[in-house]
């Protein structure tokens, strides 16, 4: 079964320290694809990355970084010297290869960034 | 190029009455699905359309919710009648692709959010 467990409900943090957020998914597929969304206050889901099941190098574009680790089924984000725009929710996402595009989502990770 | 739009934004209505929201996916884009948040839980898939037809539909959670895509261009996803359990954010997502690859990004829309009184 697809399952995609984001337990942390809520993070704050003051500016500039760094924050990661956490993505545990389950999975019976070989090949798979994992995301990360943002949900600014707008409201509208915007998308971070893309991960398929055969690519474990972490990547980093600017102050994000993600940490994929198939042993322990974890897709990690991490937000160096946090901004107060980065303030949102944020989703972390799995799809199968067998279940097409179809995007089973964890609940959800609130991140508050204070000045 | 205009991104995925949906609406109302907004919508409150009462128990037992109709709604009908609209998405107008990403021009171009053969692939449209549904997914909706309610309380606060985790975004879950609704269906998915590949032009007009119904590809997946195994997340309507009833009967009283019927989506159509006539065709294959915007769709809408009617609730009739709505119950409380309905209220959460209706999203509505378009990729490119004739089947779906999961390797395309799904572009999502701001959503409807939907209160059932």
């Known amino acids: 079964a697809q399952k995609v467990t984001q337990a942390q409900t809520e993070i704050s943090v003051v500016e500039k320290e760094d924050v990661t957020l956490d993505c545990v998914y389950e999975?019976?597929?070989?090949?798979?694809?994992l995301f990360w969304y943002k949900q600014p206050p707008s409201g509208e889901l915007v998308f971070l990355i893309r991960r398929n099941s055969f690519d474990e190098q972490n990547e980093i574009s600017g102050r994000y970084s993600w940490n994929f680790q198939k042993s322990t089924s974890s897709f990690n984000f991490t937000i160096t010297a946090s901004q107060v725009v980065d303030s949102a929710v944020y989703f972390c996402a799995l799809s199968e290869m067998r279940q097409g595009n179809k995007l089973v989502f964890g609940a959800g990770t609130i991140l508050r960034v204070k000045s | 190029e205009a991104g995925v739009t949906q609406f109302p934004s907004h919508s409150v209505i009462e128990k037992g009455q109709t709604v009908t929201l609209r998405c107008d996916p990403i021009s171009g884009h053969d692939n449209l699905y549904w997914y909706r948040r309610v309380m606060g839980k985790e975004i879950k898939f609704l269906l998915h359309f590949v032009k007009e037809s119904k590809q997946d539909e195994s997340g309507m959670p009833n009967n009283r919710f019927l989506a159509e895509r006539t065709g294959g261009t915007y769709s809408t996803l009617k609730v009739q009648p709505a119950e409380l359990e309905d209220s959460g954010v209706y999203f509505c997502?378009?990729?490119?692709?004739?089947?779906?690859?999961?390797?395309?990004?799904?572009?999502f829309g701001p959503g409807t959010r939907l209160t059932v009184l």
């Open positions: 997502a378009s990729s490119q692709g004739s089947r779906g690859a999961p390797y395309n990004e799904q572009f």
């Open positions: 999975t019976r597929d070989t090949t798979y694809y």
